[in-house]
């Protein structure tokens, strides 16, 4: 059995009923097969897939907290620091009923890559609780985050652990977060990222991940022959990287008619108006129905289907595996050429394969959503520097990383032979600045 084979086995066999996880790091392994039989030997002997595919540390801890009637309730936390080979474990915490150790897991593997292709110095991390903020009181969600805190604190710090926001978690949420680390540690340091612009956030942080993914969209287009102004996009999602996705392709001169929640998704032929997306979705915390409840040009649709309106390019900015193989065949026929993954592991496995057998030009996640987490070292470096840049010296900084980053995934791809395959290409550009390093290091 090959190398690669030996150890994707080895983790299904050591982390039972962990599909995700198993999910991300097979498709990574998939990958760097071409990578590892050119120097089977060198990476055998340092155990560097084992060590790659094991997190460093997993936190996992109780976090009581009273709900407004009074009422003890029990969540479940954690951080996987997954691996600090080029920096401080750094990734994005993440509220929802659905969390559990694969998807932080899954989550934290793949942060690993993506903080590697932004070229700043970030190990992989990531956390979040099975909380729900969805529904809760200002004062419940603070109470949760209190506690959650309370916890973490002594896990974290600006020189060992940066945690984020992700879904259910933005500058609310960060606030408080920030506010009990402080209390707790004496310490004012840039420990956490996507703070709030008074007390040491950075500007653009917000747009970063939405515009990124089309900063790199527009590479993609480029390197097609093509542009952004007159393509019709369907956005998934309706949360942070959704909107700003939305914003930045409208002032690029696209046209996007579509976005979603987990309860549906609204179709607006004449392009959606975000002014009104925000108020719900922003001020009012509601639902992405409500859209259409206000625009007489859109209509609402519960359930799945956002995948069979017509289009010429997808961004699926939800969450995982929310795109499949039926729905990349729809997409395919209704003539989108091209998908960047705003959401991180949005289409399954199949959709994936499917989408590259078919000459749909495709950017994976750990590329295409990366000028997030790439926006949050830049946060750091001004903490560190306590000082603070200007929006447009961010978003300077910021379209030249996705820039860079979609050069390294290209240039990867050439050197292996599979060009165009930037499935690829971003798992061997990742993965050979981690591997370097982590050779360097010897064995830890
Ligand atoms: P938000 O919480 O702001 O928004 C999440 C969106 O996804 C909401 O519209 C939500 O709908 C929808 N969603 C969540 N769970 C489901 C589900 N099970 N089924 C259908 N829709 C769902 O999160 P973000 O916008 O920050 O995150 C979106 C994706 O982008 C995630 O995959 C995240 O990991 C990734 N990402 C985020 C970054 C960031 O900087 N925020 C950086 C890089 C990647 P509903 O309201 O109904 O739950
Ligand atoms: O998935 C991600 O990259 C994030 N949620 C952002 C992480 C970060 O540290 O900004």
């Known amino acids: 059995m090959s190398y690669v084979d030996e150890v994707y086995q080895r983790v299904v066999d050591r982390n039972p009923g962990e599909p995700e996880f198993h999910q991300a790091v097979k498709e990574v392994l998939d990958s760097l097969k071409i990578v590892i039989d050119k120097n089977e030997d060198k990476y055998r002997k340092a155990g560097l897939l084992e060590r790659l595919t094991e997190p460093e540390r997993i936190i996992s801890f109780r976090v009581p907290w009273v709900d407004d009637e009074g009422k003890v309730q029990i969540n479940k936390g954690y951080r996987v620091q997954f691996n600090s080979a080029i920096g401080p474990y750094k990734g994005g915490l993440r509220f929802h009923p659905s969390v559990n150790q694969s998807i932080l897991k899954f989550l934290g593997f793949e942060q690993i ?10 190990g992989g991390g990531k956390g979040g609780s099975d909380f729900d903020p969805k529904g809760k009181s200002d004062r419940e969600v603070m109470a949760f985050c209190q506690s959650f805190m309370t916890e973490l604190c ?22 408080f977060l920030f506010g009990q680390y402080k209390r707790i540690t004496k310490l004012y340091e840039g420990v956490l990222t996507g703070k709030g612009l008074s007390f040491g956030g950075s500007l653009v942080r917000t747009q970063a991940t939405g515009y990124g993914l089309i900063y790199i969209l527009v590479e993609m287009l480029k390197a097609a022959g093509k542009e952004l102004a007159g393509q019709t996009v369907v956005i998934s999602g309706s949360g942070n990287v959704a909107i700003y996705a939305a914003e930045k392709a409208q002032q690029l001169g696209a046209k996007v008619v579509a976005l979603s929640d987990s309860n549906g998704y609204v179709y607006d032929p004449e392009g959606i108006q975000l002014d009104i997306v925000k108020d719900i979705k922003e001020v009012k915390r509601g639902r992405i129905k409500e859209y259409a409840d206000a625009v007489a040009s859109a209509q609402y649709t519960a359930g799945k289907g956002i995948w069979t309106i017509p289009c010429d390019i997808t961004l699926p900015c939800a969450t995982q595996n929310k795109l499949d193989l039926e729905d990349a065949k729809a997409l395919k026929a209704n003539g989108c050429f091209m998908v960047a993954e705003g959401a991180n592991m949005p289409s399954t496995r199949e959709a994936t394969d499917f989408f590259q057998e078919n000459g749909i030009v ?12 790439a926006t949050s070292g830049l946060e750091q470096s001004q903490n560190s520097l306590r000082l603070s ?10 379209k030249g990383i996705m820039k860079d980053i979609f050069a390294k995934v290209n240039d990867a791809a050439n050197r292996y032979d599979v060009p165009g395959n930037y499935v690829a290409g971003a798992n061997i550009a990742g993965f050979e600045k981690v591997a370097d390093a982590m050779l360097a290091q010897g064995i830890c």
């Open 389 to 398: 840049w200007t929006f447009e010296e961010v978003d300077e900084r910021l």
């Open 113 to 122: 890559l993506k903080n590697s292709l932004t070229g700043l110095p970030m």
């Open 362 to 373: 495709f950017m994976p996640g750990k590329a295409a959503n990366a000028g997030g987490v």
């Open 154 to 175: 002594k896990h974290i710090g600006a020189n060992t652990d940066v945690p984020a926001g992700d879904i259910g978690v933005g500058g609310r949420e960060i606030g």
